[in-house]
């Protein structure tokens, strides 16, 4: 999938890049894509000011589109090398992996947590990657809070020979929740999450949700304390990074979007352009 990497953001001077996901794929196969871009305002000022006209890159591998989904199997946990500025002033995260790495190219989009990401630098000597956050990456999602040593749930892109696990997920992170509480129960985990009612709506007891990329079942939904629970079996708990986080932490979440689209056909008059002439 694609994501777009933020050039020049809030500076006045705009540099034109010279580089197109055309060219990099036509590289020596080092693993290594550099972008030139001035980005050189304070992170406060990036992740909470609204977003403003600015010019973009936007990476479109001549890929089928079916690739930009993930199921929310989880293949494996990577661990978080830095978080920050780039020497090329783009902000950076860098993970150590192994699973993921085995047939990567630049280009790839990988979940983070749930976050659709663009590969922009590889290295599978040292089993560690590169992605570029945009601004309104830390903003939606809760990939500010990661520092060196954090675990994340990552995923490959989707093929179209691969075997369903999970559901569709889309990498499009619709906001963060809180956690509630932690609760233990025989070998399971019950975790309680609190989130905004603006995307409880779209929650239903039994429904599919992703957790920081982890596809689960909704249990529960409490309207009155804008939360919703599920439960982790033992080997979840394992191979996932819900469990390492405490109460107050934030879980990226994405929603079914089948919600979503019943929602815009219901808001546009859809039900009423379909009326047979006996109801009308």
Known sequence: MAIEVALSL????????KLSIHNFYNLPSNGRLKLNSEFNNPLPKIFLTTRKTHQTLKFQPHKNQINCL???????MGKV???????????????????????????DSIAVNGTCLTVTEFNTELSEFTVGLAPETLRKTSLI??????????????????????????????????????????????????????????????????????????????DDELCFNFMLIAYSQQNVVIPLKKVGQKLNLEVDIL??????????????????????
Do not use: C
């Not at 809030?10 to 890049?17: A, L």
């Not at 993930?70 to 494996?76: A, K, L, R, S």
């Open 10 to 17: 809030f500076s006045p001077k705009i540099s034109q890049p």
């Open 70 to 76: 993930f199921t929310g199997i989880v293949e494996e």
């Open 81 to 107: 090398k830095h978080l920050g500025y780039a020497e090329n002033g783009g902000f950076d995260l860098k993970i150590g992996a192994k699973t993921v790495l085995e047939d990567v190219k630049l280009g």
């Open 145 to 222: 809070e990661l520092e060196p040593g954090s675990a994340v749930n990552l995923e490959r892109a989707l093929q179209p020979s691969t075997r369903m696990g999970g559901h569709f997920v889309q990498g499009h992170v619709d906001g963060t929740g809180e956690i509630v509480s932690l609760d233990p129960e025989g070998d399971s985990l019950w975790v309680k999450v609190k989130t905004s009612r603006e995307l409880l709506k779209y929650i239903v007891p039994k429904g599919f949700i992703a957790i920081d990329g982890t596809s689960l079942t909704v249990v529960d939904v409490f």
């Open 259 to 280: 919600g979503k689209y019943v929602e815009r056909l219901l808001s546009s008059g859809f039900l009423d352009s379909v009326k047979s002439p006996k109801d009308v």
